[in-house]
């Protein structure tokens, strides 16, 4: 069994072939093996960052999904937010609204959304969503 910091640069390092991401899905089986090491809560942001529209086949959402199981994963998921807000984040942010929260990490909700609006490296579909959400 390979250590978590070779697999997490792995995963780090990873770009999909010819639109196949099963390399990818490996290394998160493999990396879930050891249930949800806290060293990988900040690579698994800068993966969905490094992909802001999700073209994964659903591998991504196995991202998301594994982020939000991190008890304290909020925090980060605000600063990925305001590095690069994607697709994913932008949904998780959604999630965490739709269950009822007004805040974020000490953040109210609709001001995260406005951050995404006022980003200068979210893409149009990212940000027609935030405002979409604001509304």
Do not use: C
């Not at 698994?44 to 591998?59: I, T, Y």
Request: charged share 25%; no cysteine; aromatic share 8%.
């Amino acid at each position: 069994m390979r250590s978590t910091s070779a697999i997490l640069h792995d995963i780090e390092t990873f770009q999909p072939l010819e639109d196949d991401w099963l390399a990818l899905e490996n290394l998160l089986q493999e990396l879930w093996q050891e249930e949800h090491p806290a060293e990988a809560l900040v690579p698994l942001f800068h993966l969905l960052e490094r992909f802001p529209e999700d073209e994964s086949a659903g591998v991504l959402w196995g991202v998301l999904h594994a982020l939000e199981a991190y008890p304290d994963y909020e925090a980060e998921l605000v600063d990925s937010l305001r590095r690069q807000p994607t697709e994913l984040t932008l949904t998780m942010l959604r999630r965490i609204a739709n269950a009822g929260q007004a805040l974020v990490a000490g953040h109210p909700i609709n001001s995260l959304y406005e951050v995404v609006l006022a980003h200068p490296m979210a893409s149009e579909e990212v940000k027609e969503t935030a405002q979409d959400y604001l509304q």
